[in-house]
């Protein structure tokens, strides 16, 4: 189990902590020990980061060609949905969804923009484009 | 800027789950060694709720933990502790004067934050989580010093950082809520704690008259769990199932979705009455724990290769209903239990 090379993770930055697992043997005791998750745990845990890193690469290629607005791409980058998204920035949900189209987005003002980059977290000029 | 510099002599110990762990290390500055599955057990930390319609991180929501702030809150009712519990303060910055002041009193302040981003946090958790906890204690300029149970060490965040924790939005937002412990008696009543405690948690598993909660939602889920692959693909109920696994196993729960440290609770109190009844319901739920991490190695099969199953969905779901019977027999067990 104390395996840091974790070979199922396959971002770099993963796995690194210690953690406390409890766990019961035949003779009726409850043992504690502090170390890394096991295979499944990765294994399950993984999969959830595939499923993101999946929406993200998604929403990344649909701005490229201009499907979308970038807002979806920092939305989904940050595990958000419209919902959340709406709930962190103060503007309600179907505005939201508007900004998703690039023409609605193209016409918003910087007071509209400053507040989506406090919900990501970056600058404004950041928020036009995706890296 | 301040440069006034506050640190308690707090000790952090690792713990398997969020908020008994803070729980016990804040009653352990106060000079009461309480463990972690003690406060677990006594705080009715154990539960379980599968609710399909509300989607979380695009799966259905299962928690295998009660709501925020209820294990702190009933442990200090059940051991006749005075504490506080402020749940939602409007304004942030006066959410962190708040701070401020108890740490100018001396008291360690247990929070409860939203895990995305924090930034000590192991990466592979920094998901949408609004139900952690934390306790701050101490300060040094800009900095908070925090002691999160889920490290090993205790861990600085920065004031921009730690507000921004605590006014996550999603579900459960905490809202800055925050708590401490005023006052602890000299001496606790264990065996009335221990009594409140198993008693609220045999009721919130075994008789809440709603399908969705406790061992009937646990059934439920068995039932849904069979029809994913039909209803939605396989790719999905790969991940559906995913999402089950990964609440029981990996976001701080010690394994098995709190099952092992309920089974050292129960363990422990059975060796402090002497009641030899608990410590049978104790290996009893040991034995439901194992089951619970055997599950997890077969359902870890299907989560690698999402569009080709290598387990079929409908023994997952029979073993998930076994699972359940198997619970539902601890909890009748300890219903019987005269402590």
Known sequence: MDDPTNPVYKDQRHGKSRELLYSYDENGKFKKTVGFHGEPDRVILQQAWDVFNDRIENARQKVIIGKVSPIVYYMEKNLMDPLSLSMLTGISIWRVKLHFKPFMFKRLNRKILQKYADAFNIGVNKLTKVE | METNKIILNYTHRQAGHCESGATSNLLNFYGHDLSEPMAFGIGNGLYFSYIPFLKVQYAPMISFRNLPNVVFHRSAKYLNIDATVVKKIRDPKESMLALDRNLERGIPTGMQVGTFNITFFPPEYRMHYNMHNFVCFGKEGNLYHISDTVMEDTQVLSYEDLLRVRYAKGPFAPNGKMYWINNVPKELDMKSAIAAGIKKTVYEMIKIPFP?????????????????????????????????????????????????????????????????ELLEASDMMGKTANQWREFTYIGAKNCKNRAAPQEDYGMLGNRLFEIAEMEEKVYRKLDKIKI
């Open chain 2, 212 to 276: 969705l909660i406790g061992v009937k939602g646990l059934r439920w889920l068995s039932r849904d769990l069979k029809k994913w692959p039909r209803k939605h693909g396989n790719d999905k109920a790969s991940f559906y199932l995913g999402q089950i696994l990964r609440m029981a196993e990996d976001f701080g729960t010690g394994g098995a979705g709190f099952r092992y440290i309920y089974g050292a609770f129960l363990k422990e109190s059975g060796e402090l009455l002497n009641n030899s």
